[in-house]
Structures are given as C-alpha cells and as structure tokens.
C-alpha cells in the first residue's frame, strides 16, 4: 500500500503524446483504477482534457470514489482551460501523498506541451510500428529540448509500449531508437485496448470483465509506476548520474 508514503509530496502525471490512437485515454483509466488499490483512491485525481471525455465517462461509472475534472483542452477552450489545469496542479502540490493524473488529446499544441514540461512525469503510449514510433520519438525530442533549455531533470519521461503480441520478448529496436533521449521505458502492455472491449456503461468490475494477461499488466505497471514515480525510485536514479539506468527496459527492471 501507498499509505506509509502519505507525507510524500504530491506528483503530477501526464499521459501524452502528439499521436492520436495510442492509448492515452485508456493507459489513463487503467493507471488510476491500478493505483486505487495502492493508495487511497480519494487522494486520485484525474484530469480529462481529452473532448471525447473517455476517461470521465468510464471513470464515473466504473470508479465514482476517484476524482475526475472535465476540462476539455480545444481550440476554442484552450487558453482557458489550460490555466485552468495549471491552477488545479498548483492548489494539488499542497496535498501530501496526492497524485495528479492529466489525460491529454493528440495535436501539436505549443502551450499544451509547455504545460507538459511543467509536470513531475510523462507517460508516453505507443505501439512498435513505425507509424507510432516516428512521431513519438519527435515528441521526445520535443520535451528533451525544453528540459535541456531549462536545465531539467523533470519531467521524467516514460515509454509506455502497448499492443504488445503474446510472447514478445525483443524490444531492442525500441531500446536502440531512444537510446539517445531522457527516457525511461515501462513495462510493456499486450492490450492496453481490452479496457474497451467489457465497457457497457454499467458498473462491473475489472476483475470479472477483464481477460487475465491485460488484467496482470496493468497491476504490473500500477507497480512500477508506484515504485518509479510515486516512491521517487527516478529522482534517485537522477540524483545519483547513472546514465545507464535512464532507460529501464521492461523485463529487466530491478527490485
């Protein structure tokens, strides 16, 4: 459990990518459904910025004891809201042991990113194909440029593979792509879209709806994401330059 971290200052955590259809909205859920059960779930907040409103719309139903703010970030709303999400993670930074989880749209928005850069970390979903992974590694590239000019080890930005095949081991093409930036990448998810497939509108649990692989995946990635980011296992990793250790590739992250 997370309750013997309730004095840990409170996190910011965005779920974003330039790319649309890799699982932001989803990896957001699941993120927040697998931290309820490490923490208590009204320390949770989600932030839906997203205009197809996924997240709130599941999260109502499936989990009303988290916290859920709808502020879709739109070019009609998006100086307004933007701020609006600002204000929100500032008042949340006061609040011990709380964690902020900001579901993002896809677009190029130049304010939006900057808000990014502006969080604790950046969990970045994508697939292995090249169509994903070509305009993920220039939003990396994107956030290492403002980190560099700011002269930031925040945010921590974190690879987050989904759509993953059933026995996939090798990931050294991915490992060997980003190779080069401030990343870390996270455990690797086979069907980050199965959320989907069990969601009717009605309150059912995951454990009854969900298939045993996707259900197993995302209680791992609640746990390193508990290990990594909320326990501060990457601040340690920073403060300490082991340059070797920026990039964790999944299967082979210590206990």
């Not at 499936?62 to 500032?90: D, G, H, M, Y």
């Not at 440029?145 to 987050?160: F, T």
């Not at 069907?191 to 995951?206: C, I, K, P, Q």
Request: glycine residues 6%; proline residues 5%; charged residues 25%.
């Amino acid at each position: 459990m997370l309750n013997d971290k309730k004095n840990e200052p409170a996190k910011s955590i965005f779920v974003a990518n330039v790319k649309g259809g890799v699982g932001k909205s989803t990896l957001s859920i699941m993120l927040a459904r697998a931290l309820a059960k490490l923490m208590p779930p009204q320390n949770i907040t989600v932030i839906d910025t997203d205009l197809q409103r996924t997240a709130t719309e599941f999260l109502t139903v499936s989990n009303p004891e988290i916290n859920v703010e709808f502020l879709p970030i739109t070019p009609a709303f998006e100086n307004t809201n933007i701020s609006l999400v600002q204000q929100f993670i500032k008042q949340n930074e006061f609040k011990t042991g709380h964690v902020v989880i900001v579901d993002t749209p896809a677009g190029s928005s130049q304010r939006l990113w900057n808000l990014v850069a502006e969080g604790y970390c950046v969990l970045i979903p994508t697939t292995l194909s090249n169509a994903d992974l070509l305009p993920t590694e220039n939003f990396i590239r994107s956030m290492d440029k403002v980190k560099a000019r700011y002269a930031k080890s925040l945010p921590h930005l974190v690879v987050c593979p989904n759509k993953i095949p059933f026995g996939q081991k090798d990931f050294s093409l991915m490992a060997e792509r980003l190779k080069n930036h401030d990343v870390v990448i996270g455990p690797a998810l086979r069907d980050l879209a199965s959320v989907r497939h069990f969601y009717n509108g009605r309150t059912e649990s995951w454990e009854k709806k969900s298939d045993g692989n996707a259900k197993n995946d995302f209680e791992k990635f609640g746990s390193f994401v508990q290990k990594y980011v909320l326990n501060g296992k990457l601040d340690k990793i920073y403060n300490e330059k082991n340059v070797e250790e920026n990039i964790i590739p999944f299967g082979k992250v210590k206990n």
